[in-house]
Each structure stands twice: as C-alpha cells, then as structure tokens.
T-cell receptor, first 114, second 112 residues
Framework: GAVVSQHPSWVICKSGTSVKIECRSLDFQATTMFWYRQFPKQSLMLMATSNEGSKATYEQGVEKDKFLINHASLTLSTLTVTSAHPEDSSFYIC??????????FGQGTRLTVV | GNSVTQMEGPVTLSEEAFLTINCTYTATGYPSLFWYVQYPGEGLQLLLKATKADDKGSNKGFEATYRKETTSFHLEKGSVQVSDSAVYFCALSESAGNMLTFGGGTRLMVKP
C-alpha cells in the first residue's frame, strides 16, 4: 500500500526556536496533504489542508504565521512551527491523498518545547 | 508494537442496509479506540471513541463497542444513507497525547 513518511518522529527544541516537520509520499503523488494536531486527552484536530502549488487553507483558530505550511511538490509538504513555545508541544500528524483516492497517514511527530 | 487491522474496501451497500466494518487491534497496554471518517474532499473527522473496555461509542447512528476479549472495535450502523459514503479509519492511542496508530481505512459506497 501507499506509504507516507513523516520526519522526524520526535523532536525536542528550546522555546523561541523553529521546528520543521516533513511529510513525504513515497510511492504516489499527493495532490492534497492534511496536517493534524492532537491535544492531550483529545482526538485529532485538523489544522490545515494544502494542495500542491497553492497556499494552504487553515482551519479557524489556527495561526497561519505560526504554523507555516509549504506544499512545494507532489511528494513533499512541510510544517514549520515558528517561535515555538511550550504550549505548542503536541503530536502532529500528516496525511497525504492522491487525487480521488483515500488518504494515508504519516507516523506522526511528537514535539516537545522546553 | 501497536497495530490496527480493518477490513479491505470498498464496501458497497444499498441505502438502508446494515453496515459493519471490522476493526481489530494489537496493543501492549489499554488503548483508547477511535473511528474517524473522511468525506470526499474533506479532512479527517472524529466519528466516535471509547476509552475503556465495554464502552460503547456512538454518533450519527454509528456505534462501536470496545471488546477487550476479542481486541475488536467494529463499526456498525443499522441503516446507511448515501451521505454516509466516505472512508472510515479505525485508530488507537495508548495514552493521551501519544501516537495514534491507524488502520488502512475502508471506503464505503452507499447507492440509492
């Protein structure tokens, strides 16, 4: 089946620094990628949807300038958490979808900001 | 490690038919279990969840019961509608904030 690779699987960073998370579709072209965040004791929350070559569409309440999403190619999307703070510590997961086909999920990234 | 196995799709049903999508899991501890749904052109949405054995999650006519003895969390609905056509994902999480493990997804197609 299709594979989506997310990197890194975990990262610890200092408060005020930026962190980049990569999401790659390994054997298909992902026309759409979704970024999710999981808050403690809650389920996934959709942050944004990105289509290759266009700006991401952010969900209400998600700060565009803080969570930068780039979908520069059909196999790669990146999420950059800028000026990270402890409250940004969370589990982030991407999913990638080929046109008209179901989405596949990355392994997720656990971000800890200290 | 943890894993989730769900039935391969697509599942094609007529409107008002009974739906079952099987989901079984393996986990080292006592996970929480989830069903997520992805409608065409949209992102993932939580459909229902159960956090301990014998709990029943329910929403929009869908139900799933956490069966520890059979390590299963099968999704059921008594009468499906065309609007239920979507992809359904079973998932587990060992603890709050921990990694989610997803099944491969099952596409449901409901015909009028």
């Amino acid at each position: 089946g299709a594979v989506v690779s997310q990197h890194p699987s975990w990262v610890i960073c200092k408060s005020g620094t930026s962190v980049k998370i990569e999401c790659r579709s390994l054997d298909f072209q992902a026309t759409t990628m979704f970024w999710y965040r999981q808050f403690p004791k809650q389920s996934l929350m959709l942050m944004a949807t990105s289509n290759e070559g266009s700006k991401a569409t952010y969900e209400q309440g998600v700060e565009k300038d803080k969570f930068l999403i780039n979908h520069a190619s059909l196999t790669l999307s990146t999420l950059t958490v800028t000026s990270a703070h402890p409250e940004d510590s969370s589990f982030y997961i991407c999913s990638a979808r080929e046109k008209g086909i179901k989405a596949f999920f990355g392994q997720g990234t656990r971000l800890t900001v200290v | 490690g943890n894993s989730v196995t769900q039935m391969e799709g697509p599942v094609t049903l007529s409107e008002e038919a009974f739906l079952t999508i099987n989901c079984t899991y393996t986990a080292t501890g006592y996970p929480s279990l989830f069903w997520y749904v992805q409608y065409p052109g949209e992102g993932l949405q939580l459909l229902l969840k159960a956090t301990k054995a014998d709990d029943k999650g329910s929403n929009k006519g869908f139900e799933a019961t956490y069966r520890k003895e059979t390590t299963s969390f099968h999704l059921e609905k008594g009468s499906v509608q065309v609007s239920d056509s979507a992809v359904y994902f079973c998932a587990l999480s060992e603890s709050a904030g921990n990694m989610l493990t997803f099944g491969g997804g099952t596409r449901l197609m409901v015909k009028p």
